[in-house]
């Protein structure tokens, strides 16, 4: 049974930092994509964050390139999201996912977590 299971999130003032773990389990995921994604109440699910497991290619969603990074580690099959310079529009319900592409649409993913919320106050 595959299981996604995300931490890390919290409350956290505007400018600062947040690291997001999803810890992967129940099948292989080498040739599988992981992503991030978010929801903000009375929004749709966007896309942030994906990368692939092999060779590490990563894609960003323009609202957050340049603050967040995606990383893995393959050794604890964990995906990361470190978060910097946090703003209040950030705040969301962020979930993890995978699937087979590295892709910035949701039906892309086969699996996903159920969500950590990441607050940023002003």
């Known amino acids: 049974q595959v299981q996604l299971v995300e931490s890390g999130g919290g409350l956290v003032q505007a400018g600062g930092s947040l690291r997001l773990s999803c810890a992967a389990s129940?099948?292989?995921?080498?040739?599988?994509?992981m992503g991030w994604f978010r929801q903000a109440p009375g929004k749709e699910r966007e896309f942030v964050a994906a990368?692939?497991?092999?060779?590490?290619?990563?894609r960003y969603a323009d609202s957050v390139k340049g603050r967040f990074t995606i990383s893995r580690d393959n050794a604890k099959i964990t995906v990361y999201l470190q978060m910097n310079s946090l703003k209040p529009e950030d705040t969301a319900v962020y979930y993890c996912?995978?699937?087979?592409?590295?892709?910035?649409?949701?039906?892309?993913?086969?699996?996903w977590g159920q969500g950590t919320q990441v607050t940023v106050s002003s």
């Open positions: 990368i692939k497991w092999s060779g590490g290619r990563t």
């Open positions: 129940g099948r292989t995921f080498s040739n599988y994509a």
């Open positions: 996912a995978a699937g087979p592409l590295i892709a910035t649409m949701d039906s892309s993913y086969n699996y």
